[in-house]
């Protein structure tokens, strides 16, 4: 299990005091920390009270949503990204993942400038406070206005454009990506480019019955997540498979009894 992470929102009803406890129970390593579950705490003790449970924190969940209709929505994005990588320094996360945004009605092409322009701003303070920032391509189902960049093509191309910076790379999301005819390809470019930052697991379950919160454990849907995990290793990637998933259904349950679940699974999954 050294490679297991497990994101705070995936176990959203327990509080990360508890997420602390349970998770290095089941053999997790890594915790993805979702800013939701820092608010009213110090990011510096939190950063030692995850090295004291065993753990390092992965990444920091999220930045991004660049784009707006007004100069200044576009400007407050900014300062919140600034944000974002000032609580990723003090919490000890190398990473920010970057769920970039939309604006309905606005052309994509736009809407993916103003993205470029967005990280172009920050990217110099976080290369100054020594974190990396990830593009998150979304499926394009959410293209209205949560992410105009929908597969890794599209966000090699941002990379390209902000001229390939060492900090900027792209997040391999098995649920928004898994379909892209272009996948092993474009890992694979990722993966020569210095670019695959991470890969969140999960699985799309069919028939699915919310196309935000219903995401599968792994196992559970139609996602050949054995492929996708040996096209991200041999592109290179060593890092922390992380387990995000957004469900109502296991939300409602006993996230003990669910964390236990996204064990099982993992170990079936990989033999580490």
Not at 11 to 32: A, D, H, N, S
Not at 53 to 77: N, W
Not at 153 to 172: F, M, T, Y
Request: proline share 5%; with cysteine; aromatic share 6%.
């Amino acid at each position: 299990m050294r490679r297991l992470c497990v994101h705070t929102i995936t176990t959203k009803p327990l509080p990360l005091e508890e997420c602390l406890v349970e998770f290095p129970k089941r053999g997790v390593t890594g915790i993805t920390l979702w800013r939701q579950a820092l608010e009213g705490r110090d990011p510096a003790a939190v950063r030692l009270q995850v090295a004291d449970a065993g753990m390092e924190v992965v990444s920091l969940c999220r930045g991004g949503f660049f784009p707006a209709a007004t100069a200044d929505g576009r400007r407050s994005a900014v300062e919140d990204n600034l944000r974002a990588i000032e609580l990723a320094h003090a919490v000890g996360a190398p990473l920010v993942v970057l769920v970039c945004g939309a604006v309905p009605g606005q052309p994509l092409a736009e809407s993916r400038r103003q993205i470029a322009e967005g990280i172009g701003a920050v990217l110099p303070a976080a290369d100054a406070a020594g974190v990396r920032l990830a593009i998150e391509p979304l499926h394009p189902m959410y293209a209205d206005d949560r992410s105009a960049v929908s597969t890794m093509r599209q966000a090699h191309e941002i990379c390209d454009a902000l001229g390939s910076p060492v900090g900027l790379g792209i997040a391999v999301d098995a649920y928004h990506v898994w379909w892209d005819p272009e996948l092993e390809e474009q890992i694979a470019l990722a993966g020569r480019k210095g670019r695959l930052h991470a890969f969140h697991i999960c699985d799309w379950r069919t028939p699915t019955t919310d196309l935000l919160n219903d995401r599968g454990l792994m196992g559970e849907g139609c996602i050949n997540l054995r492929e996708m995990s040996r096209w991200v290793d041999a592109a290179g990637f060593t890092g922390h498979r992380e387990v995000e998933i957004f469900s109502d259904r296991w939300w409602a349950g006993d996230q003990r009894a669910f964390l236990d679940a996204i064990a099982a699974s993992y170990a079936q999954l990989y033999h580490e």
